[in-house]
């Protein structure tokens, strides 16, 4: 049942990334050149420079290619002392907007000086209580039916390539940078071709398609999703929202072959201020000690793409409708639904490798749970999102660990934590 897409250029035995769709790619940073998708609302041109949290950014075809390859060797990680100027090249942004990349036009020296300094975001409540997989061991995940615009629906984000996001404010989100970055169109390609060959279609998607297709897209989000209902219309960079991911994350795509170092900048902010919907709720946030996460329970929510039948389920008409069979997120995955699945360990803790920036544990995870939260809390506590994941090694699942750099990134690229 591991089905996953692997990294394009990058060593595939020891790397798997939790997208249906999301595939960092070898390609370049711009994405202006793509053809846009259907959008939630009106394409508008794409501008020359967009201003965004009193920043300017750039649009990434504007900068010369050997400047863009300076950009993103300046963001590779070394091993020289971290000073402020090589952190600012590290998270200088790149920002999605209106299905154009755009690179932050200066490197952003505070926000370093700020996360060196020890400066976090500390915990953020939850807006209101709510309820509630690659699978180790026996499969404990189940099915959270829920009313969709009843909490927990209206935390989670549901986007049309396979991914999930997470409210943490009434206007900012929280995904992974690789559900953003080079992603492809699934019904066009197949949820888990990896060999970049145009001809699959939507007859032979799933884990045995054997061609795909060269369709990048820009994911559109919705919220509050249950099966075929949807909370909130889609909504997306190729119209309202703004989504911001650190340069280090496509040079660490481009140089490195380990999930530990693809983790530690799979982040994305998701600044939907522009966007018109109401929500019910959303996650708190908290930074976590070694000792706290090690002693936590935590609980990973997510719209897993294409789900194997859950242990003593088979033949069950509810999960399983056939014995054997695969069951999507929805009636027609990707596009016209999922459904909430759920699971819960005691067994995380820091990661093996980045340690300040990953956790890793044996939360059950699939494909199209990547982004989605790893959350301290239960029913009718406080639901604190302590990471967000990432994707997983032969023995463990890996989450990117939300820390002081993540949540002074997230500040720095949205409205959270201060949106109404």
């Given at each position: 049942m591991r089905y996953f897409k692997k990294l394009v250029g990058v060593s595939s035995s020891i790397v798997a990334v939790l997208a249906v769709g999301g595939i960092p790619?070898?390609?370049?940073?711009?994405?202006?050149?793509?053809?846009?998708?259907?959008?939630?609302?009106?394409?508008?041109?794409?501008?020359?420079?967009?201003?965004?949290?009193?920043?300017?950014?750039?649009?990434?075809?504007?900068?010369?290619?050997?400047?863009?390859a300076r950009i993103l060797e300046e963001a590779a990680d070394d091993t020289q002392p971290l000073t402020a100027e090589k952190l600012a090249a590290q998270l200088r942004g790149q920002m999605l907007a209106n299905d154009t990349w755009y690179i932050e036009k200066e490197p952003p020296l505070e926000l370093a000086r700020k996360i060196l300094a020890g400066d976090a975001i500390q915990s953020t409540p939850e807006s209101t209580p709510q309820e509630g997989r690659r699978?180790?061991?026996?499969?404990?995940?189940?099915?959270?039916?829920?009313?969709y615009n009843l909490a927990p629906s209206t935390y989670l984000g549901?986007?049309?390539?396979?991914?999930?996001?997470?409210?943490?404010?009434?206007?900012?989100?929280v995904t992974a940078a690789h559900c953003v970055?080079?992603?492809?169109?699934?019904?066009?390609?197949?949820?888990?071709?990896?060999?970049?060959?145009?001809?699959s279609t939507a007859s032979t998607v799933g884990p045995n398609a054997t061609v795909c297709?060269?369709?990048?897209?820009?994911a559109r989000w919705r919220f509050g999703v249950e099966d075929t209902y949807?909370?909130?219309?889609?909504m997306g960079a190729s119209g309202c929202a703004k989504i911001t991911i650190p340069s280090s994350y496509i040079s660490a795509v481009h140089n490195s072959s380990s999930i530990y170092d693809l983790s530690r900048w799979d982040y994305a902010a998701v600044d939907l201020s522009a966007c018109s919907f109401s929500t019910?709720?959303?996650?708190?946030?908290?930074?976590?000690?070694?000792?706290?996460?090690?002693?936590?329970?935590?609980?990973?929510d997510g719209y897993p793409a294409r789900a194997t039948c859950p242990n003593n389920t088979v033949g069950n008409a509810t999960d399983c409708p056939a014995s054997g069979a695969f069951r999507y997120s929805g009636s027609s995955a990707p596009f016209t639904g999922a459904e909430i699945w759920t699971a819960s360990s005691?067994?995380?803790?820091?990661?093996?490798?980045?340690?300040?920036?990953?956790?890793?544990?044996?939360v059950d995870t699939s494909p199209g749970d990547s982004g989605s939260a790893l959350y301290t809390g239960g029913s009718g506590v406080n639901r604190q999102l302590i990471g967000t994941l990432t994707g997983h090694t032969s023995t463990t699942n890996v989450w990117h660990r939300w820390n002081t750099e993540t949540s002074n990134f997230i500040d720095a690229n949205s409205l959270f934590p201060s949106d109404p």
């Open positions: 790619g070898c390609g370049n940073v711009s994405g202006g050149d793509s053809e846009p998708t259907a959008a939630d609302s009106e394409t508008v041109a794409a501008a020359e420079v967009i201003n965004s949290s009193g920043r300017a950014f750039v649009r990434a075809d504007l900068f010369d290619s050997a400047e863009r699978i180790i061991g026996a499969d404990n995940r189940t099915h959270t039916t829920v009313a549901f986007s049309q390539i396979g991914c999930t996001a997470n409210l943490i404010g009434t206007r900012s989100a970055f080079e992603t492809r169109d699934p019904l066009t390609e197949g949820f888990y071709c990896d060999n970049g060959t145009v001809g297709g060269s369709n990048r897209v820009y949807g909370y909130t219309g889609w019910l709720g959303h996650y708190g946030t908290s930074i976590l000690t070694d000792q706290q996460i090690l002693d936590a329970t935590v609980r990973d005691s067994n995380v803790q820091k990661g093996s490798t980045n340690p300040t920036h990953t956790i890793e544990g044996d």
